[in-house]
């Protein structure tokens, strides 16, 4: 039996690792790292009014973050990436309240490591990962970590009264701060479609996971994942979680070995 | 440690916080003195599915630290996107400074007059000031239940703050009074078509901060709101 599940467990990874991609979306990651820590200084009043006793450690924890995310623009160093980690998460965890982006912030940046960085040496030498099979198995491990949240989501609007009534979109659009007008009007006009796409909704944040499991239906349900991502940038207009949830899911496109596909 | 190992670890840790959110963390927790909510009296029964394994399980992993682990790394939640709590009993604040020549001035536009949010805003832009509206509606309702109600400390504290920090915008050096102004989010309780309920409201003064004395006060506000009150509170913003 447990054999079984080892076997199922490391069946799960793909095997391959695009390593452009993952270089190039490093990159991006951290410049994206260096505005989300800009906005979390420049808010540091509101964020942090209740740890007014540390501040000082919180604003040299901003300034660690940023010194330590500029550098990782450039330099390819495991300190570095976990020194981001550890500084992120930190920040994260102590501010008021936590958004969707500051999920999607803490947990690429911890992957980020595991992606990265084959070994560290803390008491002994801890092996990440030797060859790309096993490197391409953390890649899948943050897209599940991603996918869990969604699904998790799906499972918390089966239990919720608008979206059991199949209007859960009708009531999102009715939020005047939320979505561009002129697109929540058109929606909103038609029952028919508010009950079609509220089904959809609750219906890929079920499905988007499990897919995910198949090798060969990885692809699509990154596919679906990057249709969500855009629908939050346009016409949801949530901010920052669109780009971060775009840049975050091209990791994910890496463990794809695209030309055998194409 | 293999390389295999810590993937496998890995993977069941995560396995491990799913379905700990999922048997465990989901239940239907919306206030039933919301009001009336057609969709929800239909489907009750579908609500309450969880709620005796809950229990007996939460209990076992509220006395492991694994929590700690969770929230600082996988972060593996009871994650809700527009669920009820983020639609119902809310409602929108701006702010708005007095000069001493009564003049008003609203250097910080969090959401327009319209309800709509500012949208100069760029992509790459954080939400942590909408996203106080939640914490604002927390006191607003509360208030309007129960006119002795006292405001808590930590909501007092982040009205000054939210003052303080949209009074730094301004290029005006003095500054006589600061205002929060609120207005319900009055979503519409049944489907009613591309209707704007929310649109017939007026923003009305809730708070109130003397500069010179630094002394807070709120005002009674009331709406005609066609919805209800919630009695869901927020533990800082919402997903």
Not at chain 2, 46 to 54: G, I
Not at chain 2, 58 to 75: A, K, M
Not at chain 2, 136 to 147: F, P, Q, T
């Amino acid at each position: 039996m447990i054999y079984r599940i080892e076997k199922f467990i490391f069946s799960l990874r793909s095997g391959h690792v695009n390593e452009k991609l993952v270089a190039n979306t490093n990159l991006i990651f951290h410049i994206l790292s260096i505005l989300f820590i800009i906005r979390n200084i420049e808010h540091t009043d509101i964020l942090y009014l209740f740890r007014s006793d540390i501040i000082l450690a919180i604003n040299t924890l901003q300034y660690l973050a940023l010194f330590t995310l500029f550098l990782s623009v450039f330099i390819n160093n495991k300190i570095l990436y976990i020194l981001n980690f550890l500084s992120i998460t930190t920040l994260l965890n102590l501010k008021y309240g936590y958004n969707v982006e500051d999920l999607l912030f803490q947990i690429t940046s911890l992957w980020i490591i595991f992606i990265n960085v084959n070994k560290i040496k803390l008491f002994r030498e801890i092996t990440f990962w030797d060859n790309q099979e096993q490197r391409s198995g953390y890649i899948f491990l943050f897209g599940f970590n991603i996918l869990i949240t969604i699904f998790v989501s799906g499972i918390g609007k089966m239990l919720d009264p608008i979206w059991v009534g199949n209007y859960g979109i009708y009531y999102v659009m009715s939020l005047p701060w939320i979505s561009i007008t002129s697109f929540a009007d058109l929606i909103r006009e038609n029952e028919l479609l508010v009950i079609i796409l509220s089904k959809l909704a609750v219906i890929f944040e079920l499905i988007v996971m499990p897919l995910y499991l198949f090798k060969k239906l990885r692809l699509f349900s990154i596919l679906l994942l990057y249709l969500f991502w855009f629908i939050l940038m346009f016409p949801m207009r949530l901010d920052f979680i669109g780009p971060i949830g775009i840049v975050s899911s091209f990791y994910l496109i890496a463990q794809i070995n695209l030309s055998c596909k194409l | 440690m293999s390389s295999n190992f810590i993937y496998k670890v890995l993977f069941l840790i995560m396995c491990l916080f799913l379905f700990k959110v999922l048997l465990l963390e989901n239940n239907y927790t919306y206030p039933e003195n919301i009001g009336h909510i057609i969709h929800q009296e239909n489907n009750n029964y579908k609500l309450t599915l969880f709620k005796t394994l809950q229990n007996y399980g939460n209990s076992i992993f509220n006395y492991s630290r694994l929590y700690l682990l969770n929230n600082f790394t996988f972060r593996i939640l009871n994650f809700r996107l527009f669920n009820a709590q983020h639609i119902f009993g809310l409602y929108q604040y701006r702010v708005i400074h007095q000069l001493p020549d009564g003049t008003l001035i609203e250097p910080l536009k969090v959401f327009n007059e319209d309800l709509s949010s500012n949208q100069s805003a760029t992509l790459f832009s954080s939400r942590y000031l909408q996203a106080l509206l939640y914490s604002v509606s927390d006191a607003v309702r509360e208030r309007r239940k129960n006119l002795s109600y006292d405001i808590p400390l930590y909501l007092n504290k982040l009205f000054k703050v939210i003052c303080n920090y949209s009074a730094q915008k301004c290029s005006f050096k003095k500054i006589s009074k600061h205002f929060i102004y609120v207005i319900p989010i009055d979503v519409p309780n049944s489907y009613i078509g591309s209707n704007k309920p929310w649109l017939k409201h007026k923003w009305q003064k809730f708070y109130e901060e003397d500069v010179t004395t630094g002394k807070a006060s709120y005002h009674y506000v009331d709406f005609n709101d066609s919805s209800f009150f919630s009695t869901s509170k927020s533990t800082g913003f919402r997903y």
